[in-house]
């Protein structure tokens, strides 16, 4: 009888050892606030657990994210953001994700992420079509759903993005810019706008090596063989970008003197993505207001 009563206690034991593991398993982090929010449709004062799949909508205050990986975010007021385990989708507002090599970014259906540890980024959505992203610290791809690179950002920098609210954003021609560059026998190009790097192939490319040029091109289905280069090219067409005399820069990765208007990728099914430069100190302005202001931006007619 003793025997019976001690394996019987020896498996109520484990049972709950058990379940105190896989109770704090479930959670993914917490939420932290000095107002009122909402976390799935209740309204919740001070702090809340969260979990896979949980929706964080802020009114007149903005909520602190600490994500157990370490990660964390901030959500502005008037921001709402479903949150799961290994990213986060933005669906209102802005948002300022520290850590961002270990947690995902999803806006309009673009994934902003960073490698960089402790990188700092912003991220904000004026509405269905048109986000934003501003890098604070460490270096910022973003991707399409499909994950085709469309923008590498650098500290300090920041880019607009008008995105289809639905359709498919795989990469098939693009319009790039910059200065040509050849390397190892090939030819590489990095955009001057996007800062994604295209290995190149095609005639007469010989011709404009060092200089600044545009090019038109469809991606080919092949990767590319240089090291750091996204996506190979194949071009159809190529000309001379006018630069300031004495002016030009040859190194790895310089861009041209006279920047171009705007670099595009173009989706399979007709839109594209337009590529604009947004001024170097943005990103104080937009963390002295919490908003993003009229800027120019990517633009997918």
């Known amino acids: 009888m003793f025997l019976k009563i001690q394996a019987a206690v020896s498996l109520f034991t484990c049972t709950c050892m058990l379940g105190a593991t896989t109770l704090p398993a479930s959670s993914i982090g917490t939420v932290t606030s000095n107002g009122e929010i909402q976390v799935d449709g209740s309204a919740i004062r001070s702090n809340s657990t969260l979990f896979n799949g949980s929706v964080v909508q802020t009114s007149g205050v903005r909520s602190d994210v600490r994500f157990s990986d370490g990660s964390q975010l901030v959500l502005n007021p008037d921001s709402r953001m479903t949150l799961y385990r290994d990213h986060a989708v933005l669906e209102q507002g802005l948002t300022m994700q520290r850590n961002a090599g270990k947690h995902t970014v999803i806006a309009n259906g673009l994934r902003v992420s ?26 910022v791809d973003v991707q399409t759903p499909t994950g085709d690179l469309v923008a ?150």
């Open 114 to 139: 960073s490698e960089t540890p402790h990188g700092v980024v912003l991220v904000g959505i004026q509405n269905k079509t048109h986000m934003e992203v501003a890098v604070r610290s460490g270096v």
């Open 152 to 301: 590498r950002i650098e500290p300090g920098k920041a880019l607009g993005f008008d995105t289809p609210p639905v359709g498919d954003t795989s990469i098939s021609s693009v319009k790039i810019a910059g200065i040509l560059r050849p390397i190892a026998g090939h030819f590489v190009l990095t955009d001057a706008q996007s800062g994604v790097t295209f290995q190149l192939r095609g005639s007469n490319l010989a011709a404009y090596s060092g200089t600044s040029v545009q090019i038109n091109g469809m991606v080919a289905s092949a990767a590319p063989t240089v090291p750091g280069a996204s996506h190979l090219v194949d071009v159809s067409d190529a000309s001379a970008q006018n630069s300031n005399s004495g002016n030009a820069q040859e190194d790895a990765g310089a861009f041209p003197a006279v920047l171009p208007d705007h670099s595009s990728f173009w989706g399979s099914r007709g839109f594209a993505i337009l590529i604009f430069a947004v001024g170097d100190g943005l990103f104080f302005g937009l963390a002295a207001s919490g908003a993003f202001s009229n800027s120019p931006s990517v633009s997918i007619p």
